[in-house]
């Protein structure tokens, strides 16, 4: 079962909001990333947690806040958010075995929050 | 520098017909790999395959089939007998063991619309 679910779907939010946008995955991976992906163009990486810690932040805005509470979950805390920020926000996993030789994991995605920030 | 050049934007075909997807990638990396994935309207992004730099077989699974060409550096996707279930966005991405190797490096998909 190569299943990472994401809610919600969809989320309209005011820039003086507060969201969250949650992930998860019963894969047993350890590595969990968050994408943000604007139309007609590939994913960004924003975050990668490997092991419940954060270790790749792609100078994401700190009105993104990433959160991983155990190995399964994964959030991203949304605050005070700017028009520009209305994208398609994609959660994956991967395995992630040790620290060397990582790069042929394959990421599975979920199927994304769509984003409309007014 | 690693990149990774999908050079089609858009295709068109009509159902049944056969349609090739380039991807061409740069790397000074020996040990890579590549990726293949498929974004259709809902947006979810489905793996396809994973292909090491080590392995050049070419593999088929059903209508789709993957050519690996070191040579040219070229991991190009065809679809046979296309279907309108094929419409679709496909990325190719690349992985290394150089540098960063968390991140995978995108092309900028090639959209492919199958029409009935």
């Known amino acids: 079962d190569t299943e990472v679910t994401q809610t919600p779907k969809h989320l309209v939010m005011g820039m003086t909001n507060k969201k969250s946008l949650k992930c998860e995955q019963h894969?047993?991976?350890?590595?969990m990333y968050w994408y943000k992906q604007k139309a007609k163009k590939p994913p960004e990486l924003m975050f990668v947690?490997?092991?419940?810690?954060?270790?790749i932040n792609e100078s994401v805005p700190s009105r993104f806040s990433p959160e991983c509470p155990n190995s399964s979950l994964l959030n991203l805390h949304l605050h005070a958010l700017q028009p520009e920020d209305s994208a398609l926000y994609l959660c994956?996993?991967?395995?992630?075995?040790?620290?060397?030789?990582?790069?042929?994991?394959?990421?599975?995605f979920g199927p994304g929050t769509r984003l409309l920030v007014l | 520098a690693q990149k990774v050049t999908q050079a089609q934007t858009e295709i068109s075909v009509v159902e049944k017909e056969d349609v090739t997807l380039d991807c061409v990638y740069e790397t000074r990396d020996t040990t890579y790999y590549l990726f293949w994935y498929k974004q259709p309207p809902s947006g979810e992004l489905v793996f396809l395959i994973r292909r090491n730099s080590f392995d050049e077989q070419n593999e088929i699974s059903g209508r789709y089939s993957w050519n690996f060409q070191k040579s040219t550096s070229s991991f190009n996707f065809t679809i046979t007998a296309s279907q309108v279930v094929d419409s679709a966005v496909y990325f190719c991405?690349?992985?290394?063991?150089?540098?960063?190797?968390?991140?995978?490096?995108w092309g900028l998909g090639t959209s492919l619309a199958v029409n009935p």
């Open positions: 894969m047993g991976h350890r590595a």
């Open positions: 947690y490997s092991y419940e810690k954060l270790s």
């Open positions: 991405a690349l992985s290394a063991n150089g540098g960063n190797n968390r991140k995978l490096i």
């Open positions: 994956a996993s991967s395995l992630r075995r040790g620290t060397s030789g990582s790069g042929q994991e394959t990421q599975y």
